[in-house]
């Protein structure tokens, strides 16, 4: 028979595939509403869908160990002796991952005493046997054992379960240079770290291989051991009991009695109400989908694919005009929040759903305002509260067709973000789905025509007014009002700034990127003439090849394509082992970054010569602003080029000037309140330059007698102390050694103990609580304080320090930014606040205004929180940005 005419068995390690998907998937994004982790449980069924959907299996089973113990433990204890507990958030993953594939009618096994290798094994030898094309799905390597002409093993690769590489006869013999039935002699001569099993000393894959290719197998190997010479001939006389012993633990067993032969294994259809019931309570709407289109011909399935929508969802009545005014007189006499959903396409505004508890309306809009005059004062009245979901957006869009929204109650995209501050901005219906449980029908963006019908955006409203309800009640105090407080009131502020725009000059940005474009082309001949040859200069292949084989440079870290061409790694080696070559490539990697920034500008330059930025409140997990298309945010500063950047924004037309402000050491003045340690604050209140300060009291010498080197020691050290920096570190970025760097910080802490009691604090009382929170209340999780996957637990460690400092300096400039926005507005000023860079705010200076606006700004910042130590601001003025810098 054919391969391509034999039935296919399928078969699944479904502990080893769904300990990867564990740790190939982030833990956080992963939770449902009672708190049960999911991660593992999403990527083993994303993984299996993907291997039913090209595999197309006739037959199909997943294994799964029923405890660490079995028959190999009991001859040696020690055997998988070195796996350390079970990450707690995995805990409770296989019971729901076993329920959801009966539900799909997929075939789950286990055996005491045995493990799941053991009995794929028996299924795959057996269905071999039995006329089958076999394929094996195990992370475990004992399983290569069992690849033959019949059976193939698919392997998942470092990055989890979402590639499987596949390991036929001619694979293995490539990769190992053996049969694939020998490969558990060289796993026994040089052992298995994951399962304990010690080997031989100083044997390695390739003396093992070499041994095996002469001799066989471990039997013959030890029966020649005396022709073997040197240390590892006398190890393996030595040491042979252990290459026995593994040999024998890692022969998985090919004859376990099983309850099912390879035929009883046949796919049948899934029960769909089970599917149904165990992916809402998992809210895997995505995959549900997925299996949804896989199976294809379940009728009943498919009806009821668009999940439970809420019943009681009033019915849309559409209205204009008169009867528009009385219902919104009616719904918002009580005050009570409404849902307001605008619709717009391209921009242009085609009509607004507005619900309260038990009705909904939908408006269209059309070309005669009047029949509008009722929306559009019950949407300027802040006496109106109203529900919107990512509402800058929906303000934008009324405020370009001249209506304004006033009485912005709560918004969900805030809230939601807010609760799980490690997520962007998700879809209104991706909320409801996770925090109502319930589905909003949407149509198939990949269908012509969709199946699906959308929902009305005036139930969308309804639904906002219902999952407002639940995210209030589940946000704490703290974050509520910090919602309520900062979030929201910003709004409208950053909507203002992004309609406002700044004045860009484009004469000026074409002259620096014709100046580039020559740089970067006379930087790539000087580059090329070093070598003796052109090349790709963006090529990580090509570089590697010029750097470590032709010029025999130091090697750099090992990545998956052979050595880092990275910017710090070049830059690490340019410092260490200077060469010309690298020199230019450097400056031509610094040109051509410098080149595109000034090409994105120029094309965001609007028919009003200005640049408008979108601003992403949620675009952190600390409360940082992000800005995107174009990011402002990102020009440098310290550099001729960025100046010259920064100088092509100007003041724009009938205004006086530019006014900057920015916070001087933010970052280390929240540091001193929140540590209280008394030789920061008295520094930052004796008025004397704060690194010259520290470096004083750390070197023993007055402060006019640090120099410029201890000062940047010092420097580094204070904040990079706030990232978790190590003393390896801080030895790397200084060009010191390592023992320098330990003495360094020893000396730091000696002088400023309560800043490294608050930081080994700040880290513990977030693994007790699971968060930390900002002077203000702003929370961020960290589930990963307490995981056992070392990595994650010391990046969680690092973020968690910060995470206080950096929130509150977030927080900080929010409330600025919302005082000065109302001082304007309160005085009728012209002038506008119109970029936000971290702790920087750019404004753009009226007429007259100047002496008015730079009290408000200084006022206003240097009072937007009451810290242990005074909040300094310094303010600059200027024709273009880089002249008003401070």
Do not use: C
């Not at 991706?430 to 025509?449: A, F």
């Amino acid at each position: 028979m054919q391969d391509d005419d034999k039935p296919t068995l399928l078969i699944i390690d479904g502990h080893s595939l769904a300990f990867r998907a564990f740790y190939a998937l982030p833990v956080d994004s992963f939770v449902t509403r009672d708190g049960q982790h999911t991660n593992a449980i999403h990527g083993f069924i994303s993984m299996l869908l993907n291997l039913l959907q090209n595999e197309r299996p006739t037959h199909l089973a997943v294994a799964f160990d029923i405890s660490r113990y079995s028959f190999r433990t009991r001859e040696y204890p020690e055997y998988k002796g070195t796996r350390g507990e079970t990450p707690p958030e995995f805990i409770g993953q296989i019971p729901l991952l076993e329920e959801a594939l009966k539900a799909m009618r997929i075939r789950t096994l286990s055996k005491e005493d045995y493990e799941a290798d053991d009995i794929l094994a028996t299924l795959a030898t057996r269905g071999a046997a039995d006329g089958f094309r076999v394929l094996v799905v195990s992370g475990d390597r004992d399983t290569i054992q069992l690849v033959d002409d019949d059976v193939t093993l698919l392997y998942p690769n470092v990055r989890g379960v979402s590639e499987l590489k596949r390991y036929d006869r001619d694979a293995v013999l490539e990769r190992y240079g053996i049969e694939p039935h020998q490969y558990p002699e060289i796993a026994a001569l040089v052992g298995e770290t994951s399962d304990n099993l010690i080997g031989i000393d100083k044997v390695g894959e390739k003396t093992a291989v070499k041994w095996v290719q002469k001799y066989g197998s471990v039997d013959e190997i030890l029966a020649h051991a005396d022709e073997i010479t040197g240390v590892v001939g006398s190890n393996l006389r030595e040491q042979q009991e252990r290459a026995v012993r593994n040999r024998r633990l890692n022969r998985l067993v090919r004859d376990v009695e099983l309850e099912v032969a390879p035929a009883d294994l046949a796919r049948g259809p899934i029960d769909a109400e089970a599917v149904r019931e165990i992916f809402a309570r998992l809210q895997f709407r995505t995959l549900l989908d997925r299996v949804i289109k896989l199976e294809g011909t379940d009728e009943d399935l498919a009806a009821g694919s668009g999940g439970p929508v809420a019943p009681g969802a009033p019915a849309v009545r559409r209205m204009v005009d008169e009867e528009l005014a009385a219902w919104l007189r009616s719904a918002t006499t009580a005050g009570t929040p409404l849902g307001l959903r605008v619709v717009s396409h391209g921009g242009e505004l085609e009509g607004v759903g507005i619900a309260s508890a038990t009705e909904s309306a939908w408006v269209p809009w059309g070309a005669h305002r009047p029949d509008y005059e009722a929306l559009e004062a019950w949407l300027a009245d802040p006496r109106h509260p109203k529900v919107l979901h990512d509402a800058k957006r929906q303000l934008k869009v009324l405020a370009h067709h001249g209506i304004a929204l006033e009485g912005l109650a709560f918004d969900t995209a805030l809230a939601a973000w807010l609760l799980r501050p490690g997520t962007k901005t998700e879809a209104l219906s991706k909320l409801v789905d996770y925090h109502l449980g319930e589905t909003l029908p949407e149509p198939d963006p990949n269908q012509l025509v969709p199946e699906t019908d959308a929902v009305s955006p005036a139930t969308e409203a309804w639904y906002l007014l219902r999952l407002a309800d639940e995210l209030r009640g589940r946000l704490d105090e703290g974050s509520l009002g910090v919602l309520e407080d900062l979030e929201i009131p910003l709004v409208p502020v950053l909507a203002r700034m992004e309609m406002q725009g700044v004045t860009v000059a484009a004469d000026s940005l074409a002259e620096l990127n014709a100046r580039l474009s020559g740089q970067i082309s006379e930087t790539a001949a000087s580059a090329f003439a070093e070598i003796g040859r052109e090349i790709n200069l963006g090529s990580p292949k090509q570089l590697q090849e010029v750097l470590f084989e032709q010029l025999e440079m130091p090697k750099t870290r090992a990545n998956k394509t052979g050595y880092s061409t990275d910017a710090a790694a070049l830059a690490d080696l340019q410092e260490q082992n200077p060469h010309p070559f690298l020199g230019l490539l450097l400056q031509h990697r610094d040109a051509t970054k410098l080149k595109q920034m000034v090409e994105t500008l120029e094309k965001a330059i609007g028919q009003d010569g200005r640049v408008h930025t979108t601003y992403e409140q949620t675009g952190s997990s600390t409360g940082r602003m992000s800005s995107n298309d174009p990011n402002l945010q990102n020009i440098p500063i310290k550099t001729e080029t960025g100046r010259e950047i920064r100088a092509a924004f100007r003041r724009g037309e009938g205004f006086e000037t530019l006014l900057t402000a920015d916070y001087s050491q933010i970052e280390m003045r929240i540091m001193a309140h929140l540590s209280e340690d008394a030789g920061l604050i008295e520094a930052f209140h004796s008025g004397e330059d704060l690194h010259r300060f520290v470096g004083a009291r750390i070197f023993h010498v007055d402060p006019a007698e640090v120099t410029p080197t201890m000062r940047t020691k010092v420097k580094a050290m204070s904040y990079g102390l706030a990232y978790g920096l190590s003393a390896f570190g801080l030895s790397k970025q200084l060009r010191i050694e390592t023992k320098e760097a330990k003495e360094l910080m020893a000396d730091y802490f000696a002088r400023f103990g309560a800043v490294r009691d608050y930081l080994r604090g700040v880290v513990e009382q977030a693994r007790v609580d699971g968060y930390t929170t900002t002077i203000f209340g702003r929370r961020r999780p960290f589930a990963d304080l307490t995981s056992t996957n070392r990595v994650l637990r010391d990046n969680a460690e690092r973020q968690a320090l910060n995470s206080p400092i950096q929130g509150s300096a977030a927080d900080i400039i929010k409330r600025a930014m919302l005082a000065i926005d109302a001082d304007i507005r309160e005085r009728g000023l012209d002038s506008r606040m119109l970029l936000q860079v971290h702790d920087e705010l750019v404004f753009e200076v009226a007429s007259g205004e100047l002496e008015e606006m730079s009290s408000i700004v200084e006022t206003r910042m240097s009072g937007a929180a009451e810290l242990a130590v005074p909040l300094e601001v310094q303010v600059g003025t200027g024709r273009d940005w880089d002249a008003a810098a401070h």
